[in-house]
């Protein structure tokens, strides 16, 4: 049970690992667990001599440590969370101009699906995050904001979620727990790149996220060239499978479009895409290229990005331009994993 999180457990999962025998005694726990507390010495109304064997148990809840933390001037912070075998993932808190805070996490070591324009794809893929881990980036984001509670989380890190959907779905449901930390399903948010099987199980079966799928282009050819992804679930089969998302959920789909200049960022790309989401309720979140040194990209031109949200515009489509938050400490989307040299 050594360096296995409690992070990702229900009480009932907790009493057992713990052997604490009354099921109160496991709720009382696990609230304190959800509340943040990281140590036993801080549950205060647990008896001195429960805490000291527990503590002889496992000395500490977390399993990971945040390992490095990066600030960026317009607020975001980048956290380099260490976990218990020695790799690193990376996790982001975001606040927008309204002080919302939203967690963008990370379910997997690197990524296996390799999209052109990403750094994460550039890294490879090393492993799947337990739900325990993944559940600690947000309690160390939490750690790290001080004030003010984090009201939105997005899987948008490090990892494609489709592939790690069981941990996904207990992070999500520790997560959700009304009798925990207790987010609302509505303010999570689950980004995919497009893994078909995975869009329609968590339909049939939920939970009933948001859902934001990587677009980025809707043009079959390009979009192949530029997400390995698309050569196993084309764009027809990508559509049938949100059109049953959205009817299971009857909630707007987010299609996020990274764009890169002078390779999917022209009016006629933006056509495309208006005829290709025609039947589906979507938002568009269009998001500026991020640089990333050594891949073959450029950023779009303020330009560029003007007319292709015009054509979306036009179309009666809600385009929103991303900001650019964290670019300072290269933790905008697409950069995760420049410090993870472990
Ligand atoms: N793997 C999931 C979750 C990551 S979300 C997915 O791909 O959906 C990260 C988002 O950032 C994706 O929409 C991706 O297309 C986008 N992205 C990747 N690299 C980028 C870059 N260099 N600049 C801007 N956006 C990028
Ligand atoms: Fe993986 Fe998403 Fe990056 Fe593609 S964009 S390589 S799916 S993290």
Redesign the pocket.
Known sequence: MEGESLAGLSPEELGEALALGEPYRARQVYRWIARGASGWEEMTDLPAAERSRLAGLRPRVDSSSPAARLEDPDGSIKLQVRLADGAAVECVLLEDLEGRRTACLS?QVG?P?G?A?????SLGYLRDLSAGEIVEQFRFLRAAAGRGAISNV????????MLNLGAVRKAIAILSDPRGIGLSLRKIT?????VVPGILDLAEHGPKVRL???L?SADDGLRGEL?PVNSRWDLAALKDALARYQAATGERITL?????GGRNSSPADAEALVRWASPLKVQV?L??????PG?P?SEPSRAELEAFAAVLERAGMTASR?MRRGRGVMG?????GDTLRA
Request: net charge positive.
């Open positions: 379910c990524c699906m999209c324009f990403c750094k994460t794809g997005v899987f948008m890190g490090m990892g494609e979620p689950i980004s995919t790149s497009g934001a799928v990587s980025t997400m996020e479009a990274a764009l890169m979140n998001i500026p290229w991020n640089k990333v891949l990209f991303r905008a989307c697409g950069q995760l």
